[in-house]
């Protein structure tokens, strides 16, 4: 980038149209032309790297609890779409390594 000029960066994916750091929203903002997206990475209790923005999981997941306390296989088992919106349920939750080769 040269003086004087900026990059668009989606934050979280498009997050407007889609539940914030799915698939779905990564998704959404490479259709929409967006090259650069913002995202959070947390670490599981089996030290995996997935997508996911809060230390807890109750924002935006049907879980409960600090994300440390549970293993990548017990959050594959999590709904991280339904709190958007009914048609995202079954999101979920990526991990950093699946995000990283969407782009």
């Known amino acids: 980038m040269g ?8 934050h979280r994916g498009d997050s407007s149209k ?10 959404k903002a490479l259709e ?3 090259s ?14 997935i997508i996911l923005h809060d230390e807890t999981l109750g924002k935006t997941t049907n879980g409960t ?15 991280a779409g339904s709190w958007f919106n009914a048609r995202f349920a079954g999101a979920r939750i990526p991990l950093l390594a699946d995000v990283l080769q969407r782009s």
């Open 36 to 49: 650069n997206f913002e995202t959070d990475c947390q670490l599981t209790r089996d030290g995996v790297a």
């Open 3 to 10: 003086t004087g000029t900026f990059a668009l960066i989606a």
């Open 65 to 79: 609890g600090a994300v440390v306390e549970h293993t990548w296989e017990q959050h594959q088992q999590l709904d």
């Open 18 to 27: 889609a539940p914030d750091n799915t698939v779905h929203a990564f998704d």
């Open 32 to 34: 929409q032309g967006f």
